[in-house]
């Protein structure tokens, strides 16, 4: 069973995944796998430069990933062209990563910003949504990146996932600094254990 961690910037995705890979389980970072990705494919990268803008793109192939981000969070277009060049490239990793691990462990999890956005609400059993208060996630990454609000705002409404169908099958973990989040991930993986 592949079940997604997911929930907007700042709202606790990676508290969870933590949790989860402490606990003996594996998650696949779709952040970092795509930087890897991103990072070791010429094409990716020239594509980008082609796309996007060749200021992010170094003659030696290195990506100014500050630049690039300037550049698609601010341009809506710019940031669905740099999503079409990059999610069916994690999707098929993600797709190997899970059937050489399958046969050995029945539950897997994704950790992912924009599920609906990348495609892989299609991909996964069930969806676990990390919820915390707008204001709570904004100081959050403030605090975590060093970045400015309006910055961070940008990036919450670079997230909205209005026009998606929700997944059939969503728990919610709340994640507002009071809540418990280990009870709710405990509870959760009882209640999917009696289902696999």
Known sequence: MLIAI????????????????AMGYSVYD????????????????RQISDNISASVVSD??????????????????KLRILNS??????????ANWVRERECFEKLLFVETAILYQSGLDRMVDCVWEVTAPKDVRIMRVISR????????????????????????????IIN????????????LLEETDSVV
């Open 60 to 77: 030696d192939w290195r990506l100014d990933r500050s630049a690039l981000a300037g550049i698609v969070f601010s341009d809506g277009e």
């Open 85 to 94: 060049i990059t999610h069916g490239a994690v999707r098929s990793d993600l």
């Open 6 to 21: 997911t929930g907007g910037i700042g709202a606790g995705k990676s508290v969870v995944s933590r949790i989860l890979a």
């Open 30 to 45: 779709c952040d970092k796998r795509a930087r890897s990705i991103i990072d070791s494919s010429r094409d990716i990268l």
């Open 145 to 172: 990146d060093g970045a400015d609000q309006t910055s961070v705002e940008r990036r919450i409404v670079s997230q909205n996932i209005s026009g998606f169908e929700p997944h059939r099958n969503v728990r919610e």
């Open 176 to 187: 507002d600094g009071v809540t418990p989040v280990l009870v709710r991930v405990l509870g």
